[in-house]
Nanobody, 115 residues
Framework: QVQLVESGGGLVQPGGSLRLACEAS????????MNWYRQAPGKEREFVAR????????DYATSVKGRFTVSRDDTINSVYLQMNSLKPDDTAIYYC????????WGQGTQVTVSS
């Protein structure tokens, strides 16, 4: 059974930082491109960042480029999202996604940026 479990969300003031983590189990982690998505209230889910395994390529949405950093540790089946200079517009539920022949999703973790 495949599981993706996110952690690290919370309430942070504008300009602050958070580090999200996603631990995967039940899949060949190295074979999957790992993505982060987010969904704000009343909006569609949107792509945030991705990291490949082979070549360690990283891609970001324009809205987060330069502020967020995605990384992965294949030895412990985990992917991370370091979020700096957070803005109120970053408020959303953040989801971890593993994409290979099949796509898997985590349950999400809430990030709220507010003073």
């Amino acid at each position: 059974q495949v599981q993706l479990v996110e952690s690290g969300g919370g309430l942070v003031q504008p300009g602050g930082s958070l580090r999200l983590a996603c631990e995967a189990s039940g899949l060949n982690f190295r074979s999957y491109i790992m993505n982060w998505y987010r969904q704000a209230p009343g909006k569609e889910r949107e792509f945030v960042a991705r990291v490949t395994s082979v070549g360690n390529r990283r891609d970001y949405a324009t809205s987060v480029k330069g502020r967020f950093t995605v990384s992965r540790d294949d030895t412990i089946n985990s992917v991370y999202l370091q979020m700096n200079s957070l803005k109120p517009d970053d408020t959303a539920i953040y989801y971890c996604n593993a994409r290979g022949d099949v796509s898997y999703w985590g349950q999400g973790t809430q990030v709220t940026v507010s003073s």
